[in-house]
């Protein structure tokens, strides 16, 4: 199905543009096309509330802070896979995975049958008793880290990961204080709502002192940074100074980072440092090539530990690496899992070393769902579905296969900036002028995304300006879904052009 106007047509409307080359290219060539990927999956009749009736119990019965996509919010009735569909039974390809937590595919047939598997068996006791399926995940999942990252603690969700990571920290230094960098998103509870530091995501009353937000090292819309700086299939656009394999913009990020050291920490002393390998609510940021090595090494020097948010960027995410961290050459002390561990059930996890878990003894420290026979049961399968359907591997293929066409999108029009990312963790970032980098208005994203799921694509969103499209669907997509999901930004691209003639 074309979504648009003909070509002919488009040429009728459009007779007072004198550039005829300019209309070829806004409303596209024979190349042009964009059908949805074809599935054999048939979708269940949706039998449930009438929608406008489930959108007064929504304003009824439901906090406002939670809001939806689109101006007419889609009700979702089935997944499979890449797959979503709406009550109507219109079909959608998901490429934000439930907010880059579908990992292995909705409803893979692999995981709900070890979920249904485990209840029928027991459900829950909580760890007062031992249960096989703690034990044996927890061997599994260790075995994925490097060093002696070999001890975990189940919970069930990214905030509580990093809470109880940020505690581990302070216990075992005996030291307080906190860096973070600035644009990043680590959770929303009150005690690691100190390390996020995205002014969206703050309420307007104190949290916990001891934290520190230290520049935020990106080469797209920092103070330094260019060409030749960042571990991606994709570079910026902007004048790079590095020469002979060393990073001038990572020396110049890491002098930031030392004056918190020289003027902000008690002599220095800190109990650690938080960092995603790539900031994913930031808008898929990425730090230059070795600067976040040496900014662990600044932290050890100075008695801290180094912590590496893996909620987003885990699991084989980023290609290369089973781990974020990874591409970066560096092992933590403690890492924070969550999103695509679970492929969407609730499940989260701290790995870290015996020696740091051992200050928890100090005190009593429990989670009554952490370690949930089912959670576990599920955790184990993703890890075997990752490991029998090489979706690591996918990643890197259609990752990189993905960024190198949307860098096109970006070559052809001007309000695409920047196209960053590994893998499938991979951001688009809208401007309203390329030589500024100012954010792309928000009322022209709101449009363009509204394009983009009226044929059928479910995108992301993020950056502080709300103008960054972020793209991480389930790791299972194959090169059509990547085609189809660029010729569908393409035409809404096209579509925002053609309004604003």
Known sequence: MFYGLHYRAAMKCLKSIKDIGHTKRLYGTKNFKHEIPETKFVPRKYDGPE?????????????????????????????????????????????????????VGHCHPKVCEAARKQMEKLWHTTNIYMHPNLYTYAEKLT?????????????????????????????????????????????????????????????????????????????????????????????????????????????????????????????????????????????????????????????????????????????????????GFEMHDVIPDIVTLAKGIGNGFPLSAVITTPKIAETLGHALHFNTYGGNPVATAVGMSVLEVIEEEKLQQNCKDVGTYLINELEKLRDEFEWVGDVRGKGLMIGVELVADKETRDPFPAKYFVDLMEDCKNMGLLLGRGGLNGNVIRIKPPMCITKEDAGFTVSVLRRALLNHEERRI
Request: proline share 4%; hydrophobic share 35%.
């Open 143 to 323: 075995s994925k880290l490097p060093g002696d990252l070999k001890v975990v603690y189940f919970l069930n969700s990214g905030s509580e990961a990093n809470d109880l990571a940020l505690l581990l920290a302070r216990a075992y230094t005996q030291n307080y204080d906190i860096i973070s960098f600035r644009n990043c998103y680590h959770g929303m509870s009150p005690y690691v709502m100190g390390v996020t530091a995205l002014s969206t995501w703050r309420f307007n009353f104190p949290v916990m002192h001891g934290f520190h937000h230290t520049m935020n090292p990106d080469v797209y819309k920092g103070l330094w940074g260019g060409k030749l700086c960042r571990d991606s299939p994709s570079q910026t656009t902007r004048d790079c100074n590095c020469l002979g394999g060393k990073c001038q913009a990572s020396d110049n990020y890491y002098n930031q980072l030392e004056e918190i050291f020289k003027y902000s920490l008690p002599r220095g002393k800190v109990a650690g440092i938080i960092a995603e390998s790539i900031q994913g609510v930031g808008g898929t940021v990425q730090f230059p090539k070795g600067f976040l090595k040496k900014a662990f090494h600044l932290v050890r020097t100075n008695g801290g530990l180094c912590i590496s948010d893996e909620v987003q960027t885990g699991f084989g995410r980023t290609g290369e690496h089973f781990w």
């Open 51 to 103: 929608y406008n009736t489930l959108r007064t119990l929504k304003d009824k019965h439901v906090v406002p802070c939670i809001q939806q996509y689109y101006k007419t919010p889609l009700l979702i009735n089935e997944g499979k896979m890449q797959w979503l569909f709406d009550h109507d039974g219109r079909r959608y390809l998901d490429m934000f995975g439930g907010i880059v937590t579908v990992s």
